[in-house]
């Protein structure tokens, strides 16, 4: 498991450092289509459970928004416009016969603003002054996090953090994976500083974003195995091997964005 979790992470690595490097309609695009994948999965996670979400409008809001973000980051006219679409469908799916068509449409509601609301921060947050750099900060301090809490964890952990969503993880786990984090990311600052990272991005603005993500989005990873568990499926997908599906992989990865943005612009601009 480790050894395909390892192999994945240096293929996806390499990838991801191009696209954000990259930046413009080519981040956007490869983004949409990764949490397209990502809403797929999770209209299949709730069809497991008995929910019929409305699977094409979940996938293609999800895809659109992102998109739309990239083009124009005030494009919150989309979100409306989706649960307006979406209510028409599930009351047709009622007069259908569908009896639980209004759980569906709270299910297909929850998929769009879950999904794309908060990956469309990965737009706006490379949209940034030194963006670029933000964002290749951020995403490694999320694997430092999941990293070092595997590792630590996997060897060390004793003391259960969850009793039912999560029996596996650990306080030493989560507790070494904040400190991952919040040590790997300044550090990778210093190595970018090599490379031509702004100096106003600061050893210990690295530091508070590697803390506050190694902190907070292991919930993401928890809201994610707590829908798993509730349907009974251990992988949202198989895409990743090691890692399970989109969803799966993204489930912190959906919080970094919009916690690093609102840091960011509150705390150090």
């Given at each position: 498991?480790?050894?395909?979790?390892?192999?994945?992470?240096?293929?996806m690595?390499?990838?991801?450092?191009?696209?954000?490097?990259?930046?413009?309609?080519?981040y956007a695009v490869v983004l949409a289509v990764f949490f397209?994948?990502?809403?797929?999965?999770?209209?299949?996670?709730?069809?497991?459970?008995?929910?019929?979400?409305?699977?094409?409008?979940?996938i293609s809001a999800v895809l659109l928004f992102i998109l739309a973000r990239q083009w124009d980051e005030n494009s919150w006219w989309l979100l409306p416009l989706a649960i307006m679409v979406t209510m028409i469908y599930h009351v047709w799916a009622?007069?259908?016969g569908r009896d639980e068509a209004g759980t569906d449409f709270i299910t297909s509601i929850a998929g769009i603003f879950y999904i794309a609301v908060l990956a469309s921060y990965y737009i706006v947050l490379r949209a940034l002054p030194n963006g670029m750099w933000w964002v290749l900060l951020t995403l490694p301090a999320i694997m430092f996090a999941d990293s070092g809490a595997y590792l630590i964890g996997s060897r060390f952990g004793r003391h259960k953090l969850t009793r039912r969503v999560s029996p596996k993880k650990s306080w030493e786990g989560y507790i070494g994976g904040i400190l991952s984090s919040a040590i790997g990311t300044p550090l990778l600052a210093l190595v970018y500083y090599q490379f031509g990272m702004d100096a106003q991005i600061t050893w210990w603005h690295a530091a508070l974003l590697?803390?506050?993500?190694?902190?907070?989005?292991?919930?993401?990873?928890?809201?994610?195995?707590?829908?798993?568990?509730?349907?009974?499926?251990?992988?949202?997908?198989?895409?990743?091997?090691?890692?399970?599906?989109?969803?799966?992989?993204?489930?912190?990865?959906?919080?970094g964005a919009p916690l690093a943005y609102f840091l960011i612009i509150w705390f150090f601009q």
């Open positions: 498991m480790l050894l395909q979790r390892l192999l994945v992470s240096l293929v690595l390499p990838v991801s450092l191009i696209v954000v490097l990259y930046g413009g309609w080519l397209a994948i990502a809403a797929s999965e999770y209209t299949t996670l709730m069809k497991a459970g008995g929910h019929r979400p409305a699977g094409f409008i979940v009622y007069d259908r590697g803390l506050v993500l190694g902190v907070l989005t292991l919930f993401g990873d928890l809201g994610v195995s707590m829908l798993k568990r509730q349907v009974g499926v251990k992988d949202t997908g198989n895409v990743l091997p090691g890692h399970g599906g989109i969803f799966d992989r993204t489930d912190s990865w959906l919080w």
